[in-house]
């Protein structure tokens, strides 16, 4: 093995950040959120009611409101 | 093996069923099915009751089988056969409820994946999600998981069938998928365990196939469309856009049905099934009509419509399914059928 693997990121386009790799998120005010999944979404709109994950909220808004 | 419950065979339903489920009583080597009548039935248009009984035992045939069921039927050439014939009229019942929304997609402009979720979002569609999350029963959120038992309790399994027949980013893409459906490692997180769990938890038989006579056709065509499209290989990009809006119609409703459950006071575990699919749902849509459709798209653009086919089928099977429980409902009954013997049934 050669050390731990790289932590690698897709933007969704209109849609949330795709993690891989990483243990654990931490949040704007500190807050660690243990990753428990293969690969997890980062909500970039805002909206999700379960932040930071993604929970498909940004289907709803208009277009122009979504993340590039 | 899976364990020692098995279901027994059902009663048939109609001309299909009495020429097909009988049969499957004997050993193979007595005889095969009559695939000539069968045929004949198919192309009259059976009842989809009597079809979707058929097609789901057959395939069960390659999962668990039936307790009174000879294992050698698996391969037994007429039942292949059977299952070939009643597979091509389901597919082409599919291609034409589908048309309309397939041309649609092909007209749009813009990235594969982004016509995906856009052909989702456009749809619309029954929500049994909604109706529960408001104005549903208890009685009616069990009947909803006796319905969905039909696949959850195997969930993921028919797009597993898939994985051999990609390459690339986008096999790579649906294993990985595929281990967060499995539990990740964790026997306590795998997606149909935790659906037997919430069954269980409400007094109901997690047994897959213990509730086969009570779903109607527009319950059992919602896995039997899965399957017909995992088993072939040249369906396997029509199987990928089914598993997109599978999981693209799957965070929005869960998030409601959890809601429903704690309304309900439905056992936590309930809420504990549709609460990890809101999540986890939010990720494979993307994975799905991203890493595995849109690779598929670009490097095979001769398939694109094969993607697109398969996503309008899962909007109208699904669509179908949930206005079938809503109609019910409204008309003040059950939207399980009333098989005269509901001795194993809790609901």
């Known amino acids: 093995m050669s050390g ?65 | 093996m899976s364990g020692p419950h098995r279901p027994r065979l059902p009663a048939p339903r109609g001309p299909l069923g009495e020429l097909v489920l009988p049969g499957l009583l004997s050993p193979a080597a007595e005889g095969p099915l009559p695939i000539d009548n069968v045929r004949d039935v198919a192309a009259a248009g059976p009842d989809a009751d009597d079809l979707h009984l058929v097609l789901w035992c057959l395939h069960h045939l390659h999962v668990d089988g039936f307790a009174d069921v000879d294992p050698a039927w698996e391969w037994a050439p007429s039942r292949v056969a ?26 749009a402009d813009g990235p594969v994946p982004d016509r995906l979720f856009a052909m989702v979002d456009g749809f619309g569609g029954a929500s049994v999600a909604s109706y529960l999350r408001k104005d549903g029963t208890a009685e009616q959120f069990l009947e909803l998981l006796v319905h969905r038992s039909a696949y959850n309790l195997r969930e993921s399994d028919p797009q597993a069938l898939v994985l051999p027949r990609l390459t690339g980013a986008a096999q790579s893409a649906l294993a990985e998928l595929l281990y967060d459906e499995y539990g990740a490692g964790d026997p306590g997180r795998h997606h149909s365990g935790l659906y037997a ?39 396997a ?62 490097t095979d653009p001769a398939c694109v419509p094969e993607l697109f086919f398969g996503a309008a089928a899962c909007l109208v099977v699904e669509d179908a399914a949930g206005r079938a429980l809503l109609h019910a409902w409204e008309a003040g009954r059950s939207s399980l059928l009333d098989d005269g013997d509901n001795e194993q049934v809790a609901v």
């Open chain 1, 4 to 68: 731990p693997r790289p932590v690698r990121t897709f933007a969704c386009p209109g849609g949330p950040l795709l993690l891989r790799g990483a243990e654990e998120v931490v949040d704007g005010d500190g807050e660690v959120h243990v990753v428990r999944r293969p690969v997890v979404a980062i909500c970039r709109c805002d909206t999700s009611q379960r932040m930071p994950w993604c929970d498909g909220t940004h289907r709803s808004l208009p277009p122009e409101r979504r993340p590039d």
């Open chain 2, 197 to 235: 769990r919430a069954m269980t938890a409400c007094g109901l038989s997690a047994a897959v196939g213990d509730y086969l006579r009570r779903l109607p056709g527009t319950t059992l065509v919602v896995p039997n469309t899965m399957h017909v499209l995992g088993l072939q290989r040249r369906l």
């Open chain 2, 237 to 298: 990009p029509a199987a990928m856009g089914h598993f997109g809006v599978f999981e693209a119609t799957s965070s929005g409703p869960s998030r409601l049905l959890a809601r429903a459950a704690e309304r309900l006071g439905l056992p936590r575990e309930v809420f504990d099934y549709y609460d990890e699919h809101v999540e986890a749902d939010a990720v494979h849509e993307q994975l799905v009509f991203r890493s595995i459709c849109g690779s598929l798209a670009d």
């Open chain 2, 82 to 107: 059977v299952w070939g014939l009643l597979a091509d009229h389901v597919e082409a019942e599919l291609r034409l409820a589908t048309a309309e929304l397939v041309e649609e997609a092909l007209a």
